[in-house]
Structures are given as structure tokens and as C-alpha cells.
């Protein structure tokens, strides 16, 4: 295969800080690539008036393949106070770059692994027969559906007649929001389409299908939101019937599910989900396998874009420490996630068995695996830096 090239969006905060680390570990493990950078975030916002300007945009399009750190987003009236003096009053409105990105590139199909790690101190324990203490081990994938729903930006305050009109076109609206007056009313649409729903659900079935999960949970809400969360269940049992007959399907609602997360975790495998209920169950999970230094990601198009990013923020408030305390796990599988997607099998299990070994081991670990609050005194206390957890990583490449 040909050596790819892989634009890399450090984007704000502790974004540049771990994106650095794995590409420090992407090379010591011997993956051979090029990489070029894409100016994203809140800079260009202020300088620019464009958190994603449009020469990041054709950078994407050439490599088709970015390595994202994160991004800083703000509401909408600091965003406009932030903006450069000579840029101000001239019609420039901020919108999450990020959102941005995935809607551009329709990168509609969102995969969230969430796996324990033997020995990791932050994982979920619950009290078992006999009042011993049960560590289950999870080993769950969400798909979110990426584009769609709450997430879509079709929303309004005080909305426009013909929308307004259009609304009270149904009883329920006309019954129950009719004397509302219009400027009281904010509307924000959960748009689901069939295309899109029945991508994510094979994606999500064709995943367990390969490798080996028994099941595939939809985590929707069907009795109560039967338009959307309805199409997307009953789309998955027609998709099951006909294609994947021997995976078992399930259905939970969104609630239900996230009390039953810290019931049976490890009885789930696959779990899809619109994008706001994909959004809150791989949050959920990733709390159960020791929260955002752990949590990774994948987004694809359905022509051959991808996107690998750490499910953490930009955290600022750690992002001007003279030493970095923040976990590069995160980012680090994402870009594992990478690796297995360019077929770079070895070296991504090279990694992640580097990573396990540092985990179980116990010797280095970051702020957050050690309970700590997120000061920079961590350091003093014992707490391993953000580049001390790289050096073990690769230290650990075998
Ligand atoms: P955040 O994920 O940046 O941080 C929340 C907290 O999680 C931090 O204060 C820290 O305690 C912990 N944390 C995050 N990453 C960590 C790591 N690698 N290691 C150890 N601890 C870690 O979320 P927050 O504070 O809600 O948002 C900060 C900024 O990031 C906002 O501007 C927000 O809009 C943006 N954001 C960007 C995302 C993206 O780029 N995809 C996703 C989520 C938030
Ligand atoms: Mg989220």
C-alpha cells in the first residue's frame, strides 16, 4: 500500500497536546505515513471569521483522511465578542466547526468502542453475591447516527409564519402550543431519514457480524417519539430478519438504558442510536470504562472520508499548564481506530497491547486514573504528565 497522507486538526486547547502524542507513538510503533496540518478551531473563528476555513476543507477532500484532536466552542454572543474587531458587524455567525465538518462530509456513520482495561482503577465495580465486588468487563460499541436529528440545526425562536403555520397544522401542536405567542415559542426539529437510519443500523449489524458481538441494541425511545425512534426500530427488525438473522436484536429505550448500564453492562455488544441518543449512551458507557481520557472515535462518509477523534473537548482550563496532566489514551486508540481502518492491523494491537501493559502494570498513570483533581500540582503528587504516559506507551511497543 502507498505511504497515505493524513491531515491532522490539532484544533484548541489540550486538542494539539494529545494529537502530538499520537503521532510521538504512530511512529515509534513504525507507521509509515505523511502528515499535513489543517488549521480548525477557535482562532481561526476569531481571526478569520471561519473555525473550519475553506483551505482545511480541500485538504480533507485530497487525503480523505484526518486525525482531530478537538476543538473550543462557545455560545453564539461570546462567540461574537470574540471575533476580530474588523471582522465584527459584517455578518459572520459562529457554528461548531466540528458539526461543521460532519455535515459537510456527511461523516454519518459514528463508532464509539468503549472497552475496559484489566487494572484500570477507573473501572465500574459493583457489588456482587455476597457482598463481593463484581468488576464486569465492557465491551461495548456504540454507533451514533452522525448528521440527523437534534443535532441537524433546523431550529428556531419565535419561528417564522409559514413555519409556525405549518406547525399548527398538527393537533397536537395546535392543542397543546396553540396560545403559546410565537416569539415564547423555541422549536428545535429531530429529523431522522431512511437512507441515513438504514446506513447506521447496517453498519452497526455488520460490525457485530464481524467480529463476533451477539447482539445489536437499538437505544431509541419508540413507545413515546414514534415517528424517528419508531422508523429506526422498525427498520432494524426488518434489516435483522433479512440480513443478519443470527445476530439478536434488542431494543431499549434511551432511560431505561442508562439505568441498566450500571445494572449488566457487559450484556451489551452493539448499541445504534440516533445522534442525540448515540451522543448521551457513549458518554454513558465511556464513564463505565474510565471516562473521556478513554473514550475514542471514528466517523466515516459513504465516499471514503474519515475522521478519527478523541470523544473529550478541548478542556482550556488545562490547556496553558507549563506541563501537560491530561490523558493521551483517548486520543491515542483513536488513532488506532485509524491504523485498523488503513488495514494496519499489527501495529494497532502493538499499540493497544502497549497500552493495556501500561494500565495493569500501574506504575504511570495520568491525574484522572489516580482520582485526583485536575491541578497542576498532580505532577508533585505522583501523577504521571501527559508526555510520561506517551514515553510509557512507547517504552512498551514490542
Ligand atoms: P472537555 O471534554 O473538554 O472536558 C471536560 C472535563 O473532562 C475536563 O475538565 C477534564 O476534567 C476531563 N477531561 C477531558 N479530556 C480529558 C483527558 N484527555 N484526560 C483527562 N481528563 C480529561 O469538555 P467541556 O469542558 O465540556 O468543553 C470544553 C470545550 O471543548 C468547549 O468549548 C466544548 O465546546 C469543546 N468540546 C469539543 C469537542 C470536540 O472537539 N469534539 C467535544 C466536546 C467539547
Ligand atoms: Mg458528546
Redesign the pocket.
Known sequence: MSKPTIVTLP?????AV?LNESIRVLVAAGFKADYIHGDIG?EFWCKEGNPLPQRTIKLIEKYKIAL???????PIDEAKAELSPDLQGIGFTYS?P?VSLRQLFNLDICVRPCKSYKGNPLNFVRRGKGNTIDEPMVDVVIFRQNTECLYSGVEWTNPPSKVYEAFMTHPKFAANFGSVPVEELSISTRIFTRKATIRILIAAFEHAKKFGYKSVTVCEKPNVIRETSGLMWKLAKEIQRNSFPDIKLLNTNIDAQMMWLTKNPEDYGVIVAGNMFGDIASDAFAGLIG???FACSAQFSSDGIAVF??????????AGYAVS???????IESACMMLDYLDEKKISSKIRKAIADVIIEGKVR???MMKMT?RPEVIMNGAAS?TQMTDAIIAGLK
Open positions: 484544533g484548541d486547547g489540550i486538542g494529545v477557535w482531530f484532536g478537538a476543538i473550543t466552542s462557545k461548531s466540528i471516562g473521556l481520557g477523534e478523541p470523544t473529550h473537548g478541548s478542556a482550556p482550563k488545562y496532566i491530561v490523558n493521551p489514551i483517548a486520543m495520568t491525574y484522572d485536575g501527559t
